[in-house]
């Protein structure tokens, strides 16, 4: 289970996203307006942040580029939605800084395919560093090499 803010102003896409994460086990938590969006991070410490990119007040762009400006907060994942895709919108979105990218009308499946795969993503780094943590904990001993296994004949 992830805990996951997303910032939208559409009251039907709100629900829809909300319904699709609850049945895959998360928790969502929404932000209508963008101006909030900002402390809401900082308060609900979301796993995952998914964003429109048409907003009124602050666009989806600018929120991306606070989020990855605040060192805080610039590890969590941010996953993209957008109605229009222009040519070069992909490009902006990611170099502002978002991981992932789902265009509207959003398929049910991508949508929830992509936010598996960030949070699987998420953990794998977090893993990777606490085994880091473990590592440099260790030995001066660089460890034996395991002799080699069975090869597997298939
Ligand atoms: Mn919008």
Known sequence: MAKILIVEDNALNIKLFCDLLAAHGH???????????????????????????????VSGLELIRMIRGDKKLAGIPIMA??????????????AAGAQAYVSKP??????????????????GRELAKTGDDWANEGSEDPGVDEPGGEKNPT
Request: zero cysteines.
């Open 27 to 57: 928790e969502p938590e929404a932000v209508t307006d963008s101006r909030n969006a900002l402390d809401a991070v900082r308060n609900f410490k979301p796993d995952l942040v998914i964003t429109d990119i048409q907003l009124p007040h």
């Open 81 to 94: 939605v957008t109605a229009y895709s222009a040519q070069g919108d992909e490009e902006r979105i990611r």
């Open 106 to 123: 959003i398929s049910v499946v991508r949508f929830a395919q992509t936010v598996a795969e960030l949070l699987e993503a998420q953990s």
